[in-house]
Protein backbone atom coordinates (compact mmCIF):
# COMPACT_ATOMS: atom_id res chain seq x y z
CA UNK A 1 0.00 0.00 0.00
CA UNK A 2 0.95 3.91 -0.57
CA UNK A 3 2.76 5.27 2.64
CA UNK A 4 0.82 8.25 2.26
CA UNK A 5 -2.37 6.29 1.92
CA UNK A 6 -1.39 4.00 4.60
CA UNK A 7 -1.33 6.80 7.10
CA UNK A 8 -5.07 8.21 5.99
CA UNK A 9 -6.58 4.23 5.98
CA UNK A 10 -4.67 4.34 9.86
CA UNK A 11 -6.60 7.71 10.64
CA UNK A 12 -10.10 6.60 9.26
CA UNK A 13 -9.85 3.27 11.12
CA UNK A 14 -8.82 4.22 14.21
CA UNK A 15 -11.31 7.51 14.28
CA UNK A 16 -13.91 6.54 11.45
CA UNK A 17 -16.51 10.11 12.44
CA UNK A 18 -13.49 12.53 12.24
CA UNK A 19 -14.39 15.15 10.17
CA UNK A 20 -11.70 15.27 7.49
CA UNK A 21 -13.32 17.67 5.27
CA UNK A 22 -15.74 20.90 5.99
CA UNK A 23 -16.58 23.50 3.79
CA UNK A 24 -19.96 25.16 4.96
CA UNK A 25 -22.74 23.05 5.09
CA UNK A 26 -21.04 20.11 3.39
CA UNK A 27 -18.85 17.90 5.95
CA UNK A 28 -17.24 14.11 5.29
CA UNK A 29 -15.67 11.87 7.84
CA UNK A 30 -12.17 10.01 7.19
CA UNK A 31 -14.42 6.91 6.98
CA UNK A 32 -15.97 8.31 4.30
CA UNK A 33 -12.84 9.36 2.46
CA UNK A 34 -12.03 5.76 2.87
CA UNK A 35 -14.38 3.79 1.68
CA UNK A 36 -15.68 6.39 -0.79
CA UNK A 37 -11.86 6.50 -2.76
CA UNK A 38 -11.46 2.62 -2.37
CA UNK A 39 -14.85 2.49 -4.83
CA UNK A 40 -12.86 5.00 -7.32
CA UNK A 41 -9.80 2.74 -6.92
CA UNK A 42 -11.80 -0.41 -7.87
CA UNK A 43 -13.49 1.70 -9.89
CA UNK A 44 -10.53 2.45 -12.34
CA UNK A 45 -8.17 -0.59 -11.84
CA UNK A 46 -11.26 -2.53 -13.35
CA UNK A 47 -10.08 -0.47 -16.63
CA UNK A 48 -6.90 -1.94 -16.83
CA UNK A 49 -5.18 1.42 -17.78
CA UNK A 50 -1.63 1.21 -19.24
CA UNK A 51 0.33 1.16 -15.23
CA UNK A 52 1.26 4.12 -13.51
CA UNK A 53 -0.74 6.46 -16.84
CA UNK A 54 -1.36 9.49 -15.53
CA UNK A 55 -5.07 10.76 -14.91
CA UNK A 56 -6.52 14.20 -15.36
CA UNK A 57 -8.91 15.06 -12.30
CA UNK A 58 -11.07 17.69 -13.27
CA UNK A 59 -12.63 20.27 -11.07
CA UNK A 60 -13.16 22.66 -7.99
CA UNK A 61 -12.70 22.41 -4.30
CA UNK A 62 -14.95 19.79 -3.46
CA UNK A 63 -15.03 16.97 -1.16
CA UNK A 64 -15.48 14.90 -4.13
CA UNK A 65 -12.18 16.11 -5.89
CA UNK A 66 -9.98 14.45 -2.37
CA UNK A 67 -11.82 11.13 -3.02
CA UNK A 68 -10.90 11.02 -6.53
CA UNK A 69 -6.84 12.06 -6.11
CA UNK A 70 -6.88 9.27 -3.43
CA UNK A 71 -8.90 6.97 -5.54
CA UNK A 72 -6.87 7.43 -8.26
CA UNK A 73 -3.28 6.86 -5.83
CA UNK A 74 -4.71 3.62 -4.54
CA UNK A 75 -5.35 2.51 -8.06
CA UNK A 76 -1.86 2.62 -9.10
CA UNK A 77 -1.91 6.47 -11.56
CA UNK A 78 -0.55 9.71 -10.30
CA UNK A 79 -3.19 12.32 -10.52
CA UNK A 80 -2.62 16.09 -12.46
CA UNK A 81 -5.40 18.47 -10.56
CA UNK A 82 -6.98 20.42 -13.35
CA UNK A 83 -8.99 23.37 -12.17
CA UNK A 84 -12.45 23.89 -13.57
CA UNK A 85 -11.46 27.41 -14.31
CA UNK A 86 -8.75 25.98 -16.95
CA UNK A 87 -9.45 27.31 -20.33
CA UNK A 88 -9.81 25.02 -23.74
CA UNK A 89 -6.23 25.70 -24.98
CA UNK A 90 -4.95 24.64 -21.01
CA UNK A 91 -6.88 21.43 -21.11
CA UNK A 92 -5.81 20.27 -24.05
CA UNK A 93 -1.86 20.94 -23.85
CA UNK A 94 -1.86 19.09 -20.38
CA UNK A 95 -3.50 16.53 -22.22
CA UNK A 96 -1.19 16.35 -24.86
CA UNK A 97 1.51 16.82 -22.86
CA UNK A 98 0.64 14.68 -20.03
CA UNK A 99 -1.05 11.70 -22.34
CA UNK A 100 -3.62 10.69 -19.72
CA UNK A 101 -5.51 7.41 -20.26
CA UNK A 102 -8.67 8.79 -18.12
CA UNK A 103 -10.45 11.87 -16.99
CA UNK A 104 -12.38 12.01 -13.36
CA UNK A 105 -14.72 14.98 -14.11
CA UNK A 106 -16.46 16.14 -10.71
CA UNK A 107 -17.98 19.32 -12.79
CA UNK A 108 -20.51 19.91 -15.60
CA UNK A 109 -18.68 20.45 -18.01
CA UNK A 110 -19.26 17.98 -20.92
CA UNK A 111 -16.94 19.13 -24.21
CA UNK A 112 -13.08 18.86 -23.33
CA UNK A 113 -12.53 18.97 -26.97
CA UNK A 114 -9.46 15.68 -26.25
CA UNK A 115 -9.65 12.32 -26.94
CA UNK A 116 -9.02 11.20 -23.73
CA UNK A 117 -11.71 9.35 -22.40
CA UNK A 118 -13.57 11.02 -19.75
CA UNK A 119 -15.52 9.66 -16.80
CA UNK A 120 -18.30 12.45 -16.17
CA UNK A 121 -19.78 13.56 -12.84
CA UNK A 122 -22.80 10.79 -13.25
CA UNK A 123 -21.10 8.04 -13.74
CA UNK A 124 -18.60 8.88 -10.55
CA UNK A 125 -21.69 9.44 -8.56
CA UNK A 126 -22.84 6.08 -9.64
CA UNK A 127 -19.85 4.59 -8.79
CA UNK A 128 -19.92 6.30 -5.15
CA UNK A 129 -23.11 5.10 -4.30
CA UNK A 130 -22.57 1.55 -5.29
CA UNK A 131 -22.17 -1.21 -2.61
CA UNK A 132 -18.30 -0.89 -1.10
CA UNK A 133 -15.67 -2.51 -3.75
CA UNK A 134 -12.24 -3.87 -2.72
CA UNK A 135 -9.01 -2.62 -5.14
CA UNK A 136 -5.80 -4.55 -5.49
CA UNK A 137 -3.38 -2.44 -2.98
CA UNK A 138 -0.34 -4.31 -4.40
CA UNK A 139 -1.02 -2.09 -7.44
CA UNK A 140 -1.27 1.29 -5.84
CA UNK A 141 1.47 3.84 -6.38
CA UNK A 142 5.07 3.12 -5.18
CA UNK A 143 7.54 5.07 -3.52
CA UNK A 144 9.04 6.96 -6.29
CA UNK A 145 6.26 6.48 -8.59
CA UNK A 146 4.62 9.80 -9.22
CA UNK A 147 1.86 10.78 -6.78
CA UNK A 148 0.54 14.10 -8.57
CA UNK A 149 2.12 16.20 -11.05
CA UNK A 150 0.84 19.54 -11.61
CA UNK A 151 1.35 21.96 -14.05
CA UNK A 152 2.91 25.40 -14.26
CA UNK A 153 3.39 28.47 -16.61
CA UNK A 154 6.12 27.42 -18.88
CA UNK A 155 8.35 30.06 -21.14
CA UNK A 156 7.89 28.42 -24.24
CA UNK A 157 4.00 28.82 -24.11
CA UNK A 158 3.71 25.33 -23.02
CA UNK A 159 2.57 24.50 -19.41
CA UNK A 160 5.12 22.43 -17.17
CA UNK A 161 3.98 19.05 -15.83
CA UNK A 162 6.04 19.04 -12.30
CA UNK A 163 6.07 15.45 -10.75
CA UNK A 164 6.04 14.41 -7.07
CA UNK A 165 6.46 10.98 -6.43
CA UNK A 166 5.38 9.85 -2.70
CA UNK A 167 8.45 10.14 -1.37
CA UNK A 168 8.91 13.44 -1.93
CA UNK A 169 6.01 14.08 -0.74
CA UNK A 170 6.42 12.07 1.98
CA UNK A 171 9.25 14.11 3.15
CA UNK A 172 7.36 16.83 2.92
CA UNK A 173 4.77 15.61 5.14
CA UNK A 174 7.40 14.48 8.06
CA UNK A 175 8.99 18.14 7.68
CA UNK A 176 5.33 19.68 8.07
CA UNK A 177 5.23 17.14 11.13
CA UNK A 178 8.26 18.24 13.02
CA UNK A 179 7.81 22.17 12.09
CA UNK A 180 3.95 22.87 12.78
CA UNK A 181 3.11 20.33 14.70
CA UNK A 182 -0.73 19.47 12.84
CA UNK A 183 -2.69 16.70 15.12
CA UNK A 184 -6.51 15.81 15.54
CA UNK A 185 -7.24 19.19 16.58
CA UNK A 186 -6.11 21.05 14.30
CA UNK A 187 -8.71 23.10 11.76
CA UNK A 188 -6.53 23.58 8.49
CA UNK A 189 -7.65 26.02 6.73
CA UNK A 190 -7.58 25.19 2.95
CA UNK A 191 -8.26 27.87 0.25
CA UNK A 192 -5.59 27.26 -2.73
CA UNK A 193 -7.04 25.54 -6.10
CA UNK A 194 -6.17 22.45 -6.05
CA UNK A 195 -3.97 22.84 -9.08
CA UNK A 196 -1.61 25.06 -7.29
CA UNK A 197 0.79 23.11 -4.57
CA UNK A 198 -0.20 25.65 -1.72
CA UNK A 199 -3.19 23.36 -1.50
CA UNK A 200 -0.71 20.55 -0.79
CA UNK A 201 0.40 22.36 2.61
CA UNK A 202 -2.89 21.57 3.93
CA UNK A 203 -4.68 18.25 2.42
CA UNK A 204 -1.93 15.79 3.00
CA UNK A 205 -0.03 17.17 6.57
CA UNK A 206 -3.86 17.70 7.23
CA UNK A 207 -5.04 14.13 6.47
CA UNK A 208 -1.99 12.20 7.63
CA UNK A 209 -2.96 13.65 10.76
CA UNK A 210 -6.47 13.63 11.29
CA UNK A 211 -7.05 16.86 11.02
CA UNK A 212 -9.73 18.88 9.28
CA UNK A 213 -9.61 20.49 6.21
CA UNK A 214 -11.29 23.86 6.69
CA UNK A 215 -12.33 24.95 3.21
CA UNK A 216 -12.44 28.34 1.20
CA UNK A 217 -13.30 27.65 -2.03
CA UNK A 218 -13.14 30.06 -4.52
CA UNK A 219 -16.80 30.91 -5.19
CA UNK A 220 -16.61 32.25 -1.69
CA UNK A 221 -13.20 33.95 -1.97
CA UNK A 222 -14.47 35.70 -5.03
CA UNK A 223 -17.45 37.59 -3.17
CA UNK A 224 -16.59 40.02 -0.91
CA UNK A 225 -19.60 39.60 1.31
CA UNK A 226 -19.24 36.00 1.86
CA UNK A 227 -15.74 35.53 1.91
CA UNK A 228 -16.16 38.17 5.08
CA UNK A 229 -18.73 35.69 6.51
CA UNK A 230 -16.54 32.82 5.93
CA UNK A 231 -13.22 34.06 7.21
CA UNK A 232 -15.05 35.86 10.45
CA UNK A 233 -17.04 32.58 11.14
CA UNK A 234 -13.96 30.06 10.31
CA UNK A 235 -13.12 27.48 12.94
CA UNK A 236 -9.85 27.36 11.22
CA UNK A 237 -6.98 27.06 14.05
CA UNK A 238 -3.60 27.15 11.38
CA UNK A 239 -4.20 29.60 8.56
CA UNK A 240 -2.22 29.07 5.06
CA UNK A 241 -2.45 31.00 2.35
CA UNK A 242 -0.28 33.56 0.21
CA UNK A 243 0.54 36.75 1.56
CA UNK A 244 -1.88 38.42 -1.34
CA UNK A 245 -5.06 36.16 0.00
CA UNK A 246 -3.82 37.27 3.71
CA UNK A 247 -3.95 40.69 3.00
CA UNK A 248 -7.30 40.93 0.83
CA UNK A 249 -8.68 39.80 4.05
CA UNK A 250 -7.34 42.36 6.56
CA UNK A 251 -10.00 44.52 4.60
CA UNK A 252 -12.24 43.27 7.29
CA UNK A 253 -12.34 44.45 10.31
CA UNK A 254 -13.76 42.03 12.97
CA UNK A 255 -10.78 40.42 11.69
CA UNK A 256 -8.49 39.77 14.48
CA UNK A 257 -7.80 37.71 17.48
CA UNK A 258 -10.67 38.82 19.26
CA UNK A 259 -13.20 37.42 16.74
CA UNK A 260 -10.98 34.27 15.81
CA UNK A 261 -9.51 33.34 19.38
CA UNK A 262 -8.63 30.29 18.47
CA UNK A 263 -6.60 31.16 15.05
CA UNK A 264 -3.08 30.62 16.41
CA UNK A 265 -1.05 30.14 13.43
CA UNK A 266 -0.62 31.32 10.13
CA UNK A 267 1.59 30.11 7.66
CA UNK A 268 2.54 31.55 4.38
CA UNK A 269 3.80 30.75 1.28
CA UNK A 270 4.34 31.20 -2.55
CA UNK A 271 5.53 34.94 -2.95
CA UNK A 272 7.21 37.28 -0.70
CA UNK A 273 5.60 38.22 2.66
CA UNK A 274 6.41 42.26 3.31
CA UNK A 275 7.49 43.65 5.98
CA UNK A 276 3.60 45.42 6.61
CA UNK A 277 1.91 42.68 6.07
CA UNK A 278 4.00 40.76 8.97
CA UNK A 279 3.41 43.51 11.46
CA UNK A 280 -0.15 44.07 10.30
CA UNK A 281 -0.95 40.26 11.30
CA UNK A 282 0.99 40.84 14.66
CA UNK A 283 -0.99 43.71 15.62
CA UNK A 284 -4.48 41.79 14.90
CA UNK A 285 -3.20 38.63 16.19
CA UNK A 286 -0.37 39.73 19.16
CA UNK A 287 -0.23 35.94 20.35
CA UNK A 288 -0.31 33.90 16.95
CA UNK A 289 2.33 32.09 15.61
CA UNK A 290 3.21 33.63 12.24
CA UNK A 291 5.53 31.83 9.57
CA UNK A 292 7.29 32.60 6.40
CA UNK A 293 7.99 29.79 4.33
CA UNK A 294 9.32 29.27 0.45
CA UNK A 295 9.47 26.80 -2.26
CA UNK A 296 9.42 25.94 -6.02
CA UNK A 297 6.43 23.13 -6.69
CA UNK A 298 9.66 21.70 -7.95
CA UNK A 299 10.86 21.04 -4.38
CA UNK A 300 7.75 19.98 -3.20
CA UNK A 301 5.59 22.66 -2.15
CA UNK A 302 8.07 24.15 0.65
CA UNK A 303 11.56 24.15 1.68
CA UNK A 304 12.29 26.88 4.36
CA UNK A 305 10.63 28.55 6.80
CA UNK A 306 11.16 30.87 9.74
CA UNK A 307 8.86 32.29 12.34
CA UNK A 308 8.75 36.14 12.35
CA UNK A 309 8.50 37.38 15.56
CA UNK A 310 8.37 40.78 16.83
CA UNK A 311 12.27 40.64 17.28
CA UNK A 312 12.74 39.99 13.79
CA UNK A 313 10.40 42.40 11.92
CA UNK A 314 12.76 45.24 14.38
CA UNK A 315 15.52 43.13 12.83
CA UNK A 316 15.06 43.49 8.80
CA UNK A 317 13.74 45.61 7.04
CA UNK A 318 12.67 42.95 4.74
CA UNK A 319 11.99 39.71 5.81
CA UNK A 320 13.90 36.20 5.60
CA UNK A 321 12.54 33.49 3.61
CA UNK A 322 13.87 31.01 6.17
CA UNK A 323 16.09 28.05 6.92
CA UNK A 324 16.45 25.48 4.59
CA UNK A 325 15.04 22.07 5.49
CA UNK A 326 18.21 20.14 7.44
CA UNK A 327 17.83 17.19 5.03
CA UNK A 328 18.44 19.59 2.21
CA UNK A 329 21.27 20.67 0.55
CA UNK A 330 21.98 23.87 -1.23
CA UNK A 331 24.59 26.18 -3.43
CA UNK A 332 24.53 29.54 -4.57
CA UNK A 333 25.39 29.69 -8.57
CA UNK A 334 26.92 32.72 -10.32
CA UNK A 335 27.55 34.62 -7.16
CA UNK A 336 27.56 38.06 -7.79
CA UNK A 337 28.30 41.19 -4.92
CA UNK A 338 25.11 44.01 -4.83
CA UNK A 339 24.98 46.49 -1.90
CA UNK A 340 27.99 45.01 -0.23
CA UNK A 341 26.67 41.21 0.46
CA UNK A 342 26.96 38.49 -1.78
CA UNK A 343 23.91 37.14 -3.82
CA UNK A 344 23.50 34.38 -5.92
CA UNK A 345 21.27 31.46 -7.29
CA UNK A 346 19.54 28.99 -5.13
CA UNK A 347 20.36 25.51 -6.46
CA UNK A 348 19.13 23.06 -4.17
CA UNK A 349 19.31 18.73 -3.53
CA UNK A 350 17.48 16.74 -1.58
CA UNK A 351 14.67 14.24 -1.19
CA UNK A 352 11.77 16.75 -1.84
CA UNK A 353 13.42 17.86 -5.51
CA UNK A 354 11.22 16.52 -8.23
CA UNK A 355 12.44 13.42 -10.63
CA UNK A 356 11.47 16.90 -13.04
CA UNK A 357 9.19 17.53 -15.69
CA UNK A 358 6.89 15.12 -17.39
CA UNK A 359 7.67 13.97 -20.66
CA UNK A 360 9.55 17.38 -21.07
CA UNK A 361 13.28 16.26 -21.26
CA UNK A 362 14.22 19.81 -22.66
CA UNK A 363 12.77 21.68 -20.08
CA UNK A 364 14.19 19.35 -17.55
CA UNK A 365 17.73 19.32 -18.63
CA UNK A 366 17.68 22.91 -18.82
CA UNK A 367 16.22 23.20 -14.56
CA UNK A 368 17.81 20.54 -13.07
CA UNK A 369 21.77 19.36 -12.95
CA UNK A 370 23.70 16.62 -11.54
CA UNK A 371 26.49 18.04 -9.85
CA UNK A 372 28.58 15.15 -7.79
CA UNK A 373 26.27 12.98 -8.73
CA UNK A 374 23.15 14.30 -6.90
CA UNK A 375 20.76 16.52 -8.41
CA UNK A 376 20.57 20.28 -8.19
CA UNK A 377 17.22 22.25 -9.16
CA UNK A 378 17.68 25.73 -10.37
CA UNK A 379 15.37 27.71 -8.13
CA UNK A 380 15.78 31.04 -10.52
CA UNK A 381 15.32 32.68 -7.09
CA UNK A 382 18.23 34.83 -6.12
CA UNK A 383 19.39 34.88 -2.63
CA UNK A 384 21.72 36.08 0.54
CA UNK A 385 22.74 33.58 3.46
CA UNK A 386 23.80 34.97 6.76
CA UNK A 387 26.05 33.28 8.69
CA UNK A 388 23.71 31.01 10.01
CA UNK A 389 22.07 30.00 6.88
CA UNK A 390 19.10 32.03 7.00
CA UNK A 391 18.40 32.76 3.12
CA UNK A 392 16.77 35.93 2.05
CA UNK A 393 15.03 36.41 -1.10
CA UNK A 394 16.41 38.72 -3.51
CA UNK A 395 14.25 38.35 -6.38
CA UNK A 396 14.77 35.98 -9.89
CA UNK A 397 17.14 35.24 -12.52
CA UNK A 398 14.59 34.91 -15.08
CA UNK A 399 11.15 36.45 -15.92
CA UNK A 400 9.26 34.74 -14.28
CA UNK A 401 7.00 36.75 -11.92
CA UNK A 402 4.34 35.88 -9.01
CA UNK A 403 1.04 38.34 -9.42
CA UNK A 404 -2.25 37.72 -6.51
CA UNK A 405 0.13 34.21 -5.82
CA UNK A 406 -0.13 33.44 -9.23
CA UNK A 407 3.11 32.22 -10.96
CA UNK A 408 3.48 33.75 -14.39
CA UNK A 409 6.39 33.08 -17.03
CA UNK A 410 6.06 36.24 -19.20
CA UNK A 411 7.21 34.92 -22.46
CA UNK A 412 4.20 32.41 -21.94
CA UNK A 413 1.53 35.54 -21.44
CA UNK A 414 3.94 36.86 -24.49
CA UNK A 415 3.63 33.71 -26.58
CA UNK A 416 -0.30 33.67 -26.34
CA UNK A 417 -0.17 37.01 -27.35
CA UNK A 418 1.79 36.68 -30.45
CA UNK A 419 -0.33 33.56 -31.55
CA UNK A 420 -3.66 36.40 -32.33
CA UNK A 421 -3.22 37.77 -35.64
CA UNK A 422 -3.52 41.35 -34.04
CA UNK A 423 0.03 41.15 -32.39
CA UNK A 424 3.10 40.95 -34.19
CA UNK A 425 5.44 41.55 -31.36
CA UNK A 426 5.15 41.39 -27.87
CA UNK A 427 7.08 42.13 -24.44
CA UNK A 428 5.21 41.93 -21.21
CA UNK A 429 6.53 43.18 -17.99
CA UNK A 430 5.91 43.79 -13.94
CA UNK A 431 4.48 46.79 -13.01
CA UNK A 432 5.44 46.78 -8.93
CA UNK A 433 3.67 48.72 -6.18
CA UNK A 434 6.09 50.26 -3.45
CA UNK A 435 6.21 47.03 -1.40
CA UNK A 436 7.48 45.46 -4.36
CA UNK A 437 4.68 43.52 -5.30
CA UNK A 438 3.82 42.97 -8.61
CA UNK A 439 -0.05 44.66 -9.29
CA UNK A 440 0.03 45.00 -12.77
CA UNK A 441 1.22 42.63 -16.19
CA UNK A 442 1.89 46.10 -19.06
CA UNK A 443 1.54 44.37 -22.46
CA UNK A 444 3.82 46.79 -25.14
CA UNK A 445 2.33 45.10 -28.49
CA UNK A 446 3.62 45.63 -32.06
CA UNK A 447 0.46 45.03 -33.92
CA UNK A 448 0.51 43.53 -37.53
CA UNK A 449 0.04 45.71 -40.36
CA UNK A 450 -3.34 44.99 -40.79
CA UNK A 451 -4.24 46.46 -37.25
CA UNK A 452 -2.24 49.57 -37.55
CA UNK A 453 -4.78 51.95 -38.06
CA UNK A 454 -7.57 50.46 -36.36
CA UNK A 455 -8.66 52.08 -33.35
CA UNK A 456 -6.54 51.50 -29.79
CA UNK A 457 -9.90 50.85 -27.27
CA UNK A 458 -11.29 48.55 -29.85
CA UNK A 459 -8.26 46.89 -29.89
CA UNK A 460 -7.79 47.00 -26.56
CA UNK A 461 -11.25 45.23 -26.11
CA UNK A 462 -11.02 42.92 -28.81
CA UNK A 463 -7.09 41.36 -27.83
CA UNK A 464 -8.49 40.54 -24.27
CA UNK A 465 -11.65 39.12 -25.63
CA UNK A 466 -9.73 37.23 -28.13
CA UNK A 467 -7.27 36.06 -25.10
CA UNK A 468 -9.91 34.95 -22.64
CA UNK A 469 -10.75 31.74 -24.66
CA UNK A 470 -7.94 30.48 -24.45
CA UNK A 471 -5.73 32.05 -21.55
CA UNK A 472 -6.39 31.48 -17.41
CA UNK A 473 -7.75 34.80 -16.45
CA UNK A 474 -4.44 35.86 -14.17
CA UNK A 475 -2.37 35.44 -16.97
CA UNK A 476 -4.43 38.13 -18.81
CA UNK A 477 -2.46 41.72 -19.34
CA UNK A 478 -3.94 44.35 -17.46
CA UNK A 479 -3.08 47.02 -19.58
CA UNK A 480 -1.71 46.90 -23.16
CA UNK A 481 0.49 49.85 -24.52
CA UNK A 482 0.51 50.12 -28.31
CA UNK A 483 3.69 50.59 -29.92
CA UNK A 484 5.80 51.01 -33.56
CA UNK A 485 8.75 48.83 -32.37
CA UNK A 486 10.49 47.30 -29.13
CA UNK A 487 13.41 47.80 -27.84
CA UNK A 488 16.32 45.56 -28.56
CA UNK A 489 19.28 45.14 -26.17
CA UNK A 490 23.32 44.75 -27.14
CA UNK A 491 22.84 40.67 -28.24
CA UNK A 492 19.63 41.62 -30.51
CA UNK A 493 17.04 40.22 -28.26
CA UNK A 494 14.35 42.40 -27.12
CA UNK A 495 14.85 44.13 -24.29
CA UNK A 496 12.43 43.40 -21.34
CA UNK A 497 14.75 44.30 -19.01
CA UNK A 498 14.91 48.44 -20.34
CA UNK A 499 10.96 48.40 -20.77
CA UNK A 500 10.69 46.92 -17.28
CA UNK A 501 12.83 49.80 -16.18
CA UNK A 502 10.51 52.29 -17.78
CA UNK A 503 7.50 50.92 -16.77
CA UNK A 504 8.86 51.24 -13.21
CA UNK A 505 10.55 54.31 -13.28
P1 LIG B 1 5.25 28.08 -7.06
O1 LIG B 1 5.96 27.02 -7.83
O2 LIG B 1 3.99 28.52 -7.69
O3 LIG B 1 5.08 27.72 -5.63
O4 LIG B 1 6.20 29.36 -7.10
C1 LIG B 1 7.49 29.30 -6.59
C2 LIG B 1 8.14 30.64 -6.63
O5 LIG B 1 7.42 31.59 -5.83
C3 LIG B 1 9.54 30.62 -6.03
O6 LIG B 1 10.50 30.14 -6.94
C4 LIG B 1 9.72 32.09 -5.65
O7 LIG B 1 10.08 32.85 -6.78
C5 LIG B 1 8.32 32.50 -5.21
N1 LIG B 1 8.18 32.36 -3.74
C6 LIG B 1 7.64 31.35 -3.07
N2 LIG B 1 7.65 31.58 -1.74
C7 LIG B 1 8.24 32.79 -1.57
C8 LIG B 1 8.58 33.60 -0.42
N3 LIG B 1 8.27 33.25 0.82
N4 LIG B 1 9.20 34.78 -0.65
C9 LIG B 1 9.51 35.18 -1.91
N5 LIG B 1 9.21 34.46 -3.02
C10 LIG B 1 8.59 33.28 -2.86
Redesign the pocket.
Known amino acids: MNSIIDKITRIAQQYPDQICYHNGNVSATYQQLDQQSDKIASFIQAKNLPQKSPIIVFGGQQFEMLVLFLGAIKAGHAYIPVDDASDPQRIHQINSVAQPTLVLNWSDKIDFGIDTPIASQDQLKEVLSAEHQDYDATKSVGPDDNFYIIF?SGTTGTPKGVQISTNNLLDFVNWVDQTYHYNHETKVMLQAPFS???SVFSIYPGLTNGSTLEVLDKQTAKNLPLLQKAILNSQATTWISTPSFFEMCLFFREFNAETLPQLQKFI??????THVTAEKLLKRFPNAQLY???????NTVAITSIQITPENLANFDRLP?GYLKENMEHRLANVEVKDGEKVGELIVSGPDVSKGYLNNPVQTNKAFEIIDGKVFYH???MVSEDPDGLLF?KG?TDF?I?MHGY?IELEEVDSLLTNLAEVKQSCTVPLYNKKKQVNKIIAHVVLDDKYKHAEPKELNKQIKAELQKNTMDYMIPNVFKFVDQLPISKNGKIDRKALIGEVNA
Do not use: A, M, S, V
Open positions: TFDLFCGEELNTYGPTEITGDYRQKR
